[in-house]
């Protein structure tokens, strides 16, 4: 049977998936390490804790490739970030940019409190242990700075630390309040980080990929918005487009439970220099950000 040129490349993308599929995003986790962690020691751990299970959970999953934790240690290191407050949009994005990520996600543990009360009824008295924990995680774009999504999560659970029983003799059973209390705080610590981990798998899923072989905004340099194409794809010096960025309507489609996307109009850019490969300007209206796309201009 003779294979024609379509067939052909059909069968390649049979026998090597790979070659159709999509190139991982880049993605780091750091904890936020704010002014609630370097005050009280116990929040660090909580949060250092809460990136480790999240860093295990999202390994491995499709389209996500994760910047080793040794690699993040040693930039913070370097870079005098170890001990310092990185809790902020502007500065986890800085810190991204640096381990040459697409994504960074801020990990940050905002409240966790444990305590015990008794039970006493006629046939025993219980020690009952009480752990609460919350947390959230923020997705960043590492180019734009722009919070793509920001879950949170929270654990609430009692669990019999000992029991004295009084009839029909004396006897204590439990593993006592303080080994009761860690085995609460890893059960907090897991599911947390499931929760977060499944909404950030969630929306990784969900943010768009930008268009193939479309007029993509590259930066601004000196003033000037640059874009992606030039001469060689029909760019001209005094040519108009319009800057437009896909934005979430925070609605999901009932069909297929994809978040549904709509076009926004940032500014109309103005050619004011065409090269080969790309092409540069003036805009006018909003402050474009790096993968807008560059459309012709609509009344």
């Known amino acids: 049977m003779r294979l024609t040129k379509s067939s052909f490349f059909l069968t390649l993308l049979l026998f090597f998936p790979s070659l159709n599929a999509q190139p991982a995003r880049r993605i780091a986790i750091i904890a936020g390490n704010g002014p609630l962690e370097r005050s009280i020691p116990a929040y660090a751990i909580g949060e250092n804790r809460m990136v480790g299970a999240l860093t295990g959970k999202l390994a491995g999953k499709p389209g996500i490739t994760l910047i080793a934790q040794n690699d993040i240690d040693t930039l913070l290191k370097t870079q005098n970030f170890q001990n310092s407050d990185r809790s902020s949009t502007e500065t986890a994005a800085h810190i991204g940019r640096l381990l040459g990520a697409a994504q960074i996600v801020l990990a940050n543990y905002t409240n966790g409190s444990q305590s015990s009360h008794q039970e006493i009824t006629p046939a025993s008295t219980k020690v009952i242990a009480s752990v609460e924990a919350e947390g959230n995680v923020r997705l960043i774009d590492v180019e734009t700075g722009a919070i793509l999504a920001q879950p949170s999560s929270s654990f609430k659970q009692d669990a019999v630390a000992t029991e004295t029983r009084k009839w029909p003799v004396v006897k204590t059973t439990g593993e ?118 560059a459309e012709p201009l609509q009344p």
């Open 176 to 293: 006592g309040l303080q080994a009761t209390l860690n085995d609460l705080w890893s059960k907090a610590t897991e599911a947390i980080s499931q929760d977060l981990a499944d909404k950030l798998a969630t929306a990784l899923a969900q943010a768009p990929a930008a268009p193939a072989g479309g007029i993509l905004v590259a930066g601004i340099v000196n003033g000037s918005v640059l874009i992606n194409k030039g001469t060689s794809s029909g760019i001209k010096q005094g040519e108009q487009l319009q800057i437009v960025r896909m934005v979430s309507t925070g609605l999901t489609d009932p069909a297929t439970n994809q978040m549904i996307q709509q076009k926004q109009r940032i500014c109309v850019l103005t050619v004011t220099d065409a090269e080969e490969t790309n092409a540069s300007g003036t805009c006018a209206g909003g402050v474009p950000q790096r993968n807008d796309m």
